[in-house]
Nanobody
Framework: QVQLVESGGGLVQAGASLSLSCAAS????????MGWFRQAPGKQREFVASISGSARNTYYADYSESVKGRFSISRNNAQNTVYLEMNSLKPEDTAVYYCASARSSQQTAVSSAYNYWGQGTQVTVSS
């Protein structure tokens, strides 16, 4: 049984930083790409970032240039953990952030390419 447990969310002021973690268990972590998605109130879930199983390749959402410049995804395969470092947070970054484990080792923005999801962690950015 694959389990993904996110942590690190919270309430911060605009301009602050947060680091999210997602601990995985249940299968060989390094064989699968990992991704972060987010869902703001009243909006659809959207892709944020993905990283390949080997950690060699990353891919960021292109809907907003600001995300690519402020967020950074990484992983530690020895610790079965994926991270999302978020800097210069803005109120529009407020959302529930989910980590997900893909069906293959290749990074992807396609949500249907992920077959396991965490419960999510709330990130709230006040202005």
């Amino acid at each position: 049984q694959v389990q993904l447990v996110e942590s690190g969310g919270g309430l911060v002021q605009a301009g602050a930083s947060l680091s999210l973690s997602c601990a995985a268990s249940g299968r060989t972590f390094s064989n699968y790409a990992m991704g972060w998605f987010r869902q703001a109130p009243g909006k659809q879930r959207e892709f944020v970032a993905s990283i390949s199983g080997s950690a060699r390749n990353t891919y960021y959402a292109d809907y907003s240039e600001s995300v690519k410049g402020r967020f950074s995804i990484s992983r530690n395969n020895a610790q079965n953990t994926v991270y999302l470092e978020m800097n210069s947070l803005k109120p529009e970054d407020t959302a529930v952030y989910y980590c997900a484990s893909a069906r293959s080792s290749q990074q992807t923005a396609v949500s249907s390419a992920y077959n396991y999801w965490g419960q999510g962690t709330q990130v709230t950015v006040s202005s």
